[in-house]
């Protein structure tokens, strides 16, 4: 697959970025029966959205608030899996924390971005002199209104393929 390709397709039209929101279904089956899809791609941003669907719903008919952690891992993993290539770096996400704001009764949205600049500052620069990194993130989660409900903040362990050491 030419994970490449489908990235570059769904930044330029609704029919590409379709092609990708099916092939990740299937890659990540995790996500599939809650819908977490990319509504937006773009070279420094992107914008999942989990839908307000029964199996995404907590007892109060709100969105669950595993579900919207679920929305921010993958926005800010995809993202940073993108920019940096897959092939070339290994994340493992080491921790995850959510502070919720507003009760969430729509679908959310979770909005991560990811300057160039801040690539090379945060990741790149510094695996010159170290095996591995570790960086935080900042979501902002947001309902159809525009209301902040959530902010997400994932630790994502970062190392280059070329420096990870398996057991066989």
């Known amino acids: 697959m ?10 330029e039209s609704k029919f590409g970025l379709w092609k ?18 990319i509504l937006e791609l773009n ?62 009764k729509t679908a959310i949205t979770a909005e991560f971005e990811a300057a160039d600049e801040w690539i090379a500052a945060v990741i790149k620069k510094p695996l010159e002199t170290s095996e591995s990194v570790l960086v935080k993130c900042e979501i902002m989660l947001y309902d159809t209104d525009r209301n902040h409900v959530a902010t997400g903040y994932t630790n994502w362990h970062i190392k280059p393929w070329a420096k990870v050491k398996t057991k066989l």
């Open 2 to 11: 030419n994970f490449e390709k489908y990235i570059k397709d769904a930044k």
């Open 43 to 104: 070279d420094n941003s992107v914008k999942t959205i989990i839908p307000l669907k029964r199996k995404n719903m907590n007892h109060i008919k709100g969105i669950h608030a595993c579900g919207m952690a679920t929305a921010a891992e993958f926005a800010s993993g995809f993202k940073l899996l993108t920019q940096l290539g897959p092939r070339k770096y290994r994340l493992i996400m080491e921790s995850l924390e959510m502070v919720y704001h507003y009760q969430a």
């Open 20 to 37: 990708l929101n099916f092939g990740l279904f299937r890659m990540i089956p995790f996500n599939k029966p809650h819908g977490i899809k």
